[in-house]
């Protein structure tokens, strides 16, 4: 994949403004504010009281504001439980007008000086002229960009977001869709294991179940990538796996992703987290999809 392809999202970005943006938002995440600059992004999850992700979120900073970048349903339902208490707090909670586009290819290097994107050694954000760049990976950036933006004539521009999909879920980044919401706890879709999760910063909304979890063993379940042959995304997302000669209710996908040319899906499950890699399920509504497991790019083993 030499080409620089372009590809627009659909997910979308919380904006928090105002003097107390730091001390109300530290006090609805996952994730310690204190350990976010100008040059690095975090992951970081909104539960609520119960520990129940309403999303997955990348959190950042640019200019004045805080912004938390995730899918559509995440956003929506995160952005009104975050403005309920905002009027007991000089915040300002809004989805900004901001674009988010995402560049993948095997060297982005001469894009990305195009753009004047200069990431250092130990640097995973950086402000540019026209936003703000995440470097997720090697081969994969995300940028934030104003109305004014415009992509380098050599870049191939997709009109939808399944290879920055495909290649999301394949580095096991959770993302919840619609019927996700309020269903997991963060460890549930391995928010610890990408460093979303703080269990020194103090209280959040959540924090004793997502506690409870880490120390009293209590979580018995984990997200796994899966991928099979289809005809196209599963319009009925609820997995099936054996016991015996039957099939039972495994789970249903929190994301899914379609690549037209391989005629191959791609998603991500919430499984018991003693399933065996060599374990096969099944779309329950179409039975012909079978569904393997793919290995996860980082460990799951608590420190």
Known sequence: MSSVYACPLSHQLISLTGADKLSYLHGQITQDLNKLSNSNYLWAGHCSAKGKLWGVFKLFSHQDSYYLAGSQPEVEKSLSELKKYAVFAKVDIDVSTNRLIGLISDDLTPVLEKLDIRFSDDQTACDFPSGKALKLAPNRVLLMVDSQFSMPDDVSTLDNCALWQEAA????????NSDAIGEYVPQMVN???INGISFKKGC?????????????????RAMYIVTGKSDGLLEEPELETQVGEN????GKLIAQSYNENSQTLFGLVVLPNDTPSTHVLRAKHTPQVELSILPLPYSLEDE
Do not use: D, F, H, S
Not at 204 to 220: D, F, H, P, S
Not at 247 to 250: L, Y
């Open 191 to 193: 928010l610890q294991a």
């Open 204 to 220: 959040y909304t959540g924090q004793e179940t997502v506690a409870r979890m880490k120390y009293l063993g209590k979580n018995k």
């Open 169 to 176: 879920i394949k580095a096991g980044e959770p993302q919840l």
């Open 247 to 250: 099939w039972r209710r495994a």
